[in-house]
C-alpha cells in the first residue's frame, strides 16, 4: 500500500535545456544545463542523465563550476539562494541565502573572495550587478546579505556580462551603451554606439564576451555585426573593428579557451567560427536546426556546445563536427495535435520541430526519435508561411497514423494534405502508406480511428468546417507488380450543412458521434445510418467523448458557452449537466474516470468524475496557474495503490497536461528518489557494476547462496562476510572519494577486515580434528582398559580350559591400523 501524503502538481520533465549556457566540467565528462527548477548534469559521452540535482523551489537562472574546487558547482536561482553542490555524488553541500532573487550567476577564477550575481532593483527592468561575498561556516544553510553593487542599469540576461583578463575588470552591454569596470582602479568607462539610421543598421547590442589572454571585447549587435574592442580603458581613444556574416541578430559569443578563434552563432543555424579576429579566416558548420542561443567552450579547449531554441543541445569538437546530441522536449507556440500516446512505445507524441511529430519518453525524459511528416527542407524566415502539422491520430494498435497538414497564405487558396502511414515491423518504423490530396474543402477539425482487435478492416473517420464527416476504409491497391492496401473514402455523411467540429467513437466501437455545431448525431458504425440527436444547451461544442468500461451509456460533451453535459445512450436523455468553462474533457482508457480541466480567473482546477455518479471522485483546486492547452491519461506499467478515494483514479493511469509556458505537469505523492527503498538503491549500484575482483566483494555470493543451498547446508560452517557486514569496507564503497582518510590510514584496517578469524574451521577440517580428539581419548584410556583386558583373559584361561585364542588390545588394533596404511608395494621387486 502507498501511505496517504498530500497530492501535488510537479514539472514531469520537458523544461528547457536552452534557457541558459551549459557549462563544461573541468575534464570535460560533463555537461551541466539548467532545466527548470533542477540542474541536469549530462555524460558528454554517452548523452545520458547522470545525476538531477533538486533543491531549488523556483527558476534555476545560473549555474558556474567552483573555482576553487572543480568537482563543485555553485547554481543560483529565483528563490533566492545560492548553492553549492557536489555534482560526482550529486549532493547538496551548503545554501546561501540571499533574500531576493537572483538572475545570474558570475564566479571569476582571479577573484576568490567574491562572486558576482545580478539582482533587481525596486523599479521595474531595473537591474544590477552585485558583489556577493560567501561566508564560511561550517552550517549547511547560511545567511549572506554582505553585498556591494558593482554596476547599474546592465542587462538582465547574462549574455550580456562578462569578466575580462585575469579578472581585472567587468563589462555589460544594454540597448545601446557599453560599460566596462575596473576593479582596481574603481573607475567605469561607458562607450555608446548611434542608433542606426542607415539601411539594415541596428547596433542595439545582444551578447558580449572577453578574450580570455588579451585586453579585448567582442559584442555581437541586432544587424548581425561583431564588433572587437580594443583600447577601451580610455573614453577617446578606444579603438573597434567589425565582422560581419550573421544576416540576422547575433544571439552569443564565445572566445576558445587560448583565444585564438571567437565562436558565434544565430538565427540561420549556423555555427562560425572566426580565427584570429580576421574576416576572411572563418570556418562553418551549417544546419544544425534551431536558432543558436548560447554556445560554451570546455575548459581544456577540446569540446563546444550549442543550445538551440528547438531545445537542444550539441556537443561539438574541435574540428567542427558534431560528437553527441542532447535532446529535449521541442516547444511550440501552440501544440495544434495535443498530447497523444504511441500504443507501442508508450511514448508522448505531439508537435515537435516545424513539420515533424516528436516521440518523448516520459520515464527517461528524454526524445525517442523525430517523425517528419512534411518532408521538406525548413527555412528560418519570419515572413514565410510553412507548411504547418494541424492533427494526428494513432489506431488502437499503434499499426497507423493519420497526420493532416496545410498552408494557407491571406487571399491564397487552402493547401491541405491527409497522410495514412504504416508501421514497418522489420524497419521499426512508420512508412508511407497512402497521400490524399484535399481530403475536404475546408480546415480539417477532428480526426479518430476503429480498429479493435476482431474488426476486419481499420476506420477512420475526418470531420471538417466544410459541413462533412467522411468515412475511410483501409482497401486492396495490389497489381501485377506488387500487393499492397490503400485508404480510400467509403462514406460522407452531413447534418443540415452545419460545420462539424468533433467526432468519437463508443467504446465498443458499434457508435460514432459527431457534432455539428450546437447539435450531436449518433451514427450506426455498421450501416452508417443516423439513431438520434442531442441538442440540449445553447453553445457549439466544444468537447466530446464517450464514457468507459461501466459508463460506456454515457456521452459526454462541453460548450463554448461553459456547459459540461451528459447523455444517457439507453434513454436518449439528458442525465445531468453542470455550468462549468471546461477547456479539457480527457477520458481514462484503462478505467471508467473522466477529466475535466477548467479555467477561471484563479487559474485552472482539475475535476475527476465518474459519469453515473453526481459526486466528484478529485477535485484539485489551482493546479495550474495558466490555462492548460491539453492533456491526457498514459498507463501506467505497474498500477499503483493508492488508499484514499482522492487518489484512487492515479492507480492505473498518470495524468499529465502541458499548460501554456509548454511545462509538462504531472501529479505525484512522492519524487522518484523517494520511490527507491534503500535495498533497491544498493541493486542499482550492484546491477552497474562490471565482473571483477572488485564486484565479487560487493556481496554477489548470495545468488549462489540462494540457487544452491544443498552446498551451503554441507559448508553451512564457512563464512563468507558481506560487504555490508565489514565496517572497512562498508565506509570504503559509501563515502565519497574526495573526503576519504588517506590510503595508508585506510589500508591495515580494510586488509584486516579480509582476514578470517582463527576460530572459523572449515567442512574438511572437521573429521581430522574429530579423529584427533579420539585418537588422544583413546591414548588416555588405553592404560586403563590393558589391566583390565589382562583379569579378562585370566579367567576366561582358568574357565574353559580349551585352546587359549589371543585377543588385541585397541592399542594393538589401532598399531595395525597404521600398518595397514604403510606402502609395501616395493617389496615386489625383490
Request: one cysteine or more; a negative charge.
Amino acid at each position: 500500500m502507498v501511505a496517504e501524503e498530500n497530492l501535488r502538481v510537479v514539472r514531469s520533465g520537458g523544461s528547457k535545456l536552452n534557457f541558459r549556457r551549459a557549462v563544461f566540467s573541468a575534464d570535460s565528462k560533463y555537461l551541466f544545463c539548467v532545466s527548470g527548477d533542477f540542474v541536469k548534469v549530462f555524460s558528454t559521452a554517452t548523452e545520458g542523465c547522470m545525476y538531477v540535482l533538486q533543491g531549488h523551489s523556483n527558476l534555476v537562472t545560473g549555474i558556474q563550476l567552483n573555482p576553487q574546487n572543480h568537482l563543485q558547482l555553485y547554481s543560483c536561482s529565483l528563490d533566492g539562494t545560492v548553492k553549492l553542490w557536489d555534482f560526482i555524488d550529486g549532493i547538496l553541500i551548503k545554501t546561501f541565502v540571499v533574500g531576493c532573487k537572483l538572475y545570474a550567476f558570475f564566479a571569476p577564477v582571479h577573484l576568490e573572495d567574491s562572486v558576482f550575481i545580478i539582482i533587481n532593483k525596486e523599479i521595474p527592468d531595473g537591474f544590477q550587478l552585485a558583489s556577493l561575498k560567501l561566508p564560511k561556516s561550517p552550517s549547511q544553510e547560511v545567511e549572506a546579505k554582505e553585498l556591494s553593487f558593482v554596476l547599474d542599469y546592465i542587462n538582465q540576461s547574462p549574455k550580456c556580462t562578462a569578466f575580462g583578463r585575469e579578472g581585472q575588470y567587468v563589462v555589460a552591454a544594454r540597448d545601446l551603451y557599453l560599460s566596462v569596470y575596473f576593479f582596481k582602479k574603481k573607475k567605469t568607462f561607458r562607450f555608446s554606439l548611434p542608433s542606426g539610421n542607415k539601411k539594415n543598421c541596428n547596433n542595439i547590442f545582444t551578447c558580449v564576451a572577453c578574450h580570455p589572454k588579451e585586453d579585448c571585447i567582442a559584442t555581437g549587435h541586432q544587424d548581425g555585426r561583431i564588433r572587437l574592442w580594443r583600447n577601451f580603458n580610455d573614453n577617446k581613444n578606444y579603438t573597434y573593428t567589425s565582422l560581419h556574416w550573421h544576416h540576422d541578430v547575433v544571439m552569443d559569443l564565445a572566445f576558445s579557451i587560448e583565444g585564438t578563434s571567437l565562436l558565434s552563432g544565430g538565427r540561420e543555424s549556423v555555427l562560425v567560427e572566426w580565427r584570429g579576429g580576421i574576416e576572411k579566416n572563418k570556418e562553418f558548420l551549417p544546419r544544425l536546426g534551431g536558432t543558436i542561443e548560447h554556445i560554451s567552450a570546455s575548459p581544456g579547449g577540446d569540446l563546444f556546445c550549442t543550445s538551440h531554441s528547438d531545445n537542444k543541445i550539441m556537443i561539438i569538437h574541435r574540428n567542427l563536427e558534431v560528437s553527441a546530441i542532447i535532446q529535449g522536449l521541442v516547444k511550440d507556440s501552440v501544440v495544434n495535435t495535443g498530447l497523444m500516446i504511441d500504443p507501442r512505445t508508450k511514448a508522448l507524441v505531439m508537435n515537435g520541430k516545424p513539420g515533424h511529430l516528436q516521440f518523448y519518453s516520459l520515464q527517461n525524459d528524454k526524445q525517442l526519435y523525430n517523425l517528419d511528416i512534411v518532408q521538406q527542407e525548413y527555412i528560418n524566415d519570419p515572413g514565410l508561411v510553412h507548411i504547418e502539422l494541424m492533427k494526428a491520430a494513432f489506431s488502437s494498435q499503434g499499426k497507423w497514423l493519420a497526420t493532416v497538414e496545410q498552408r494557407h497564405e491571406k487571399d491564397a487558396e487552402l493547401e491541405l494534405q491527409m497522410k495514412l502511414w504504416e508501421f514497418n515491423e522489420q524497419q521499426q518504423g512508420f512508412i508511407l502508406n497512402t497521400r490524399i490530396n484535399m481530403p475536404h474543402e475546408d480546415h480539417v477539425t477532428a480526426l479518430c480511428f476503429s480498429d479493435t482487435e476482431n474488426s476486419e478492416t481499420p476506420t477512420l473517420v475526418t470531420t471538417s468546417k466544410d459541413g462533412h464527416f467522411k468515412v475511410w476504409i483501409l482497401t486492396d491497391d495490389s497489381d501485377i507488380y506488387k500487393q499492397a492496401v490503400g485508404w480510400t473514402c467509403d462514406f460522407v455523411g452531413s447534418y443540415h450543412n452545419y460545420q462539424a467540429t468533433n467526432c468519437c467513437f463508443s467504446e465498443d466501437e458499434s457508435l460514432l458521434a459527431v457534432s455539428f455545431e450546437e447539435i450531436i448525431t449518433i451514427w450506426d458504425s455498421a450501416t452508417w445510418e443516423l439513431k438520434c440527436t442531442f441538442c440540449q444547451r445553447p453553445g457549439k461544442i466544444k468537447n466530446l467523448c464517450f464514457g468507459r468500461q461501466t459508463c460506456c451509456r454515457y456521452l459526454l460533451g462541453t460548450t463554448e458557452k461553459s456547459f459540461l453535459c451528459c447523455w444517457n445512450l439507453l434513454t436518449c436523455a439528458l442525465e445531468w449537466s453542470v455550468q462549468l468553462n471546461v477547456r479539457v474533457l480527457e477520458p481514462d482508457p484503462n478505467s471508467d474516470n473522466i477529466a475535466a480541466v477548467s479555467w477561471s480567473s484563479g487559474g485552472s482546477d482539475l475535476f475527476v468524475f465518474k459519469p453515473s455518479e453526481p459526486r466528484p471522485l478529485c477535485i484539485q483546486k489551482s493546479i495550474c496557474r495558466e490555462k492548460v492547452q491539453c492533456a491526457v491519461f498514459v498507463p501506467r506499467d505497474v498500477p499503483e495503490s493508492f488508499i484514499s478515494e482522492d487518489y484512487q483514479w492515479l492507480n492505473k493511469s498518470q495524468f499529465y497536461f502541458l499548460n501554456e509556458s509548454q511545462d509538462l505537469m504531472t501529479f505525484s505523492t512522492k519524487s522518484p528518489e523517494e520511490k527507491l527503498t534503500p535495498s533497491s538503491k544498493q541493486l542499482i549500484a550492484e546491477e552497474s557494476l562490471p565482473t571483477t575482483p572488485f564486484y565479487f566483494l560487493m556481496g554477489k555470493h548470495r545468488r549462489q547462496q540462494e540457487t544452491n543451498p544443498n552446498e551451503m547446508m554441507a559448508n553451512e560452517l564457512v563464512y563468507h562476510p558481506s560487504a555490508e557486514d565489514i565496517p572497512a569496507i562498508s565506509e570504503l564503497l559509501q563515502t565519497p572519494a574526495h573526503v576519504l582518510p588517506s590510503a595508508s590510514f585506510l589500508c591495515s584496517m580494510f586488509v584486516n577486515s579480509l582476514l578470517i578469524s582463527k576460530g572459523t574451521k572449515s567442512a574438511e577440517e572437521i573429521p581430522d580434528d574429530i579423529e584427533m580428539e579420539n585418537e588422544k581419548a583413546t591414548d588416555d584410556s588405553d592404560e586403563e582398559n590393558d589391566l583390565s583386558e589382562k583379569i579378562q583373559n585370566a579367567t576366561n584361561d582358568t574357565v574353559t580350559g580349551d585352546e587359549i585364542i589371543p585377543q588385541l588390545s585397541k592399542t594393538q588394533e589401532k598399531e595395525l591400523r597404521k600398518l595397514r596404511k604403510v606402502d609395501y608395494s616395493w617389496m615386489c621387486s625383490l
